[in-house]
């Protein structure tokens, strides 16, 4: 992928903005995607994650209407949604599409504030779509941003990731945890994101950008399972929970068992329910391990990790696939890289390898070569930087 520069994109999407809705000048705002190191299914198990915000995400230019009209569209969508914000309602309806995430942060926000006004967004991203880097979480932080910007509300960062999340488990009804949103709108240049999603309680952890860097491997694998697949992995989780609570002690998240505790329930539960536990209890130990790792600057540590993190979410977890074991383990056979796994919910879309820094085109090129010689397609390749947090683009 090789998207617009910033600037090019911002005078591409303002234009956009002027040709649907005419009028004035919008204000224009940014929230990142987000890659997570280890910690994968974790947050809506009670456990602790360590995503990054990447320097790509969506952009949107918003302006408020005299009105309760509410008029959404993008730059390179053909869908435009013009509804009156009366008739919104508190789910999303098939013909909305994307635009089902902006609304539902628009039906939040009317919620927590009151405030009921129509707004004209537009919206633009630097990050491929669907597959596994938060489009989804950044499309609803950046409208929660903008909304609160342009209403002069000064929510903070935490109630606006929680209106952007209720938006997506509410409105949209996908039952994810809370990481996407938070990583989305708690980042920081340069830090990567410890969130412990039981408080959640979070701080930032620095990330060296001169000794490695995050190489983002596109399978471009369509992600077609992933909300089905997403939804049963999490109600899994709920039962093993359930038993683990019965027949163990009473704990409030699953991720706060241990090993053993899990190893006393297992005739208590089948052999999938206890996969997907023990790949839950084994990840919290991953992710304080990498966290050690990263603060003394160890990235062989922090990349096996990620290696372990790969093998538990395939194996245990079940939400990998061929495309991303096979760019993962074309990854490890290169020369500078300290650990590959897939980010994001998995079902395809795309895997990160942990890369000395400098060294990320040949390993791109090397993965590349295995991937296409073993499915005939070309995997896009990536090199992100750990971003800002969101906010009003000057
Ligand atoms: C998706 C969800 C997140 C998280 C990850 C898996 O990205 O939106 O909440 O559960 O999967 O770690």
């Known amino acids: 992928m090789s998207p617009l520069p910033p600037a090019r994109l911002l005078a591409a999407l303002t234009a956009r903005f002027?040709?649907?809705?005419?009028?004035?000048?919008?204000?224009?705002?940014?929230?990142?995607?987000?890659?997570?190191?280890?910690?994968?299914?974790?947050?809506?198990?009670?456990?602790?994650?360590?995503?990054?915000?990447?320097d790509r995400g969506i952009y949107a230019a918003a302006r408020l209407r005299d009105d309760g009209r509410l008029r959404l569209c993008s730059l390179d969508q053909e869908l435009v949604v013009d509804v009156d914000a009366a008739a919104i309602g508190s789910r999303t309806r098939p013909e909305w599409g994307w635009a089902g995430y902006p609304l539902g942060v628009w039906h939040g926000f009317q919620q927590r504030t009151g405030i009921a006004r129509g707004v004209d967004i537009t919206f633009a991203g630097d990050l491929p779509m669907a597959s596994g880097l938060s489009s989804s979480a950044a499309i609803e932080v950046v409208t929660a941003i903008a909304l609160d910007a342009l209403h002069g509300t000064r929510l903070d960062r935490q109630q606006l990731a929680l209106v952007a999340h209720r938006?997506?488990?509410?409105?949209?009804?996908?039952?994810?945890?809370?990481?996407?949103?938070?990583?989305?709108?708690l980042g920081r240049a340069g830090q990567v994101l410890l969130l412990r999603c039981a408080g959640p309680r979070?701080?930032?952890?620095?990330?060296?950008?001169?000794?490695?860097?995050?190489?983002?491997?596109?399978?471009r694998k369509p992600r077609h399972l992933a909300k089905s697949g997403f939804n049963e992995r999490v109600a899994q989780c709920a039962n093993a929970h359930e038993l683990l609570r019965a027949h163990v002690r009473d704990l409030p998240h699953l991720a706060s068992y241990t090993l053993d505790e899990l190893e006393q329930s297992r005739d208590a539960m089948d052999e999938v329910l206890f996969r997907r536990a023990r790949h839950v209890v084994t990840e919290m130990a991953r992710t304080a391990l990498a966290v050690a790792a990263l603060?003394?600057?160890?990235?062989?540590?922090?990349?096996?990790?990620l290696d372990a993190s790969h093998r538990s979410t395939a194996v245990d977890f079940a939400v990998s696939c061929d495309e991303l074991d096979v760019i993962t383990?074309?990854?490890?056979?290169?020369?500078?890289?300290?650990?590959?796994?897939?980010?994001?919910?998995?079902?395809?879309?795309?895997?990160?390898?942990?890369?000395?820094?400098?060294?990320s085109q040949a390993v791109?090129?090397?993965?590349?070569?295995?991937?296409?010689?073993?499915?005939?397609?070309?995997?896009?390749?990536?090199?992100?930087?750990?971003?800002n947090g969101p906010g009003e683009v000057a």
């Not at 004035?24 to 456990?47: C, E, K, Q, S």
């Not at 979070?202 to 190489?215: I, K, R």
């Not at 603060?295 to 990790?305: E, P």
């Open 364 to 387: 791109a090129e090397r993965a590349g070569a295995v991937f296409a010689e073993r499915f005939g397609t070309a995997p896009s390749f990536d090199l992100l930087r750990v971003g």
């Open 18 to 54: 002027q040709r649907e809705f005419g009028g004035a000048r919008p204000r224009l705002f940014f929230a990142p995607g987000r890659i997570n190191l280890v910690g994968a299914h974790l947050d809506y198990n009670g456990g602790d994650v360590l995503p990054m915000a990447v």
């Open 202 to 219: 979070w701080e930032h952890v620095p990330f060296d950008p001169e000794a490695c860097e995050v190489l983002v491997m596109d399978t």
């Open 295 to 305: 603060r003394r600057h160890d990235y062989a540590t922090l990349g096996a990790q």
């Open 329 to 359: 383990e074309a990854a490890r056979g290169c020369d500078g890289v300290f650990g590959a796994r897939l980010t994001g919910a998995g079902f395809g879309g795309c895997a990160i390898a942990l890369v000395r820094s400098g060294a």
């Open 167 to 185: 938006a997506e488990t509410g409105f949209v009804g996908v039952r994810c945890g809370i990481m996407d949103q938070f990583a989305s709108a």
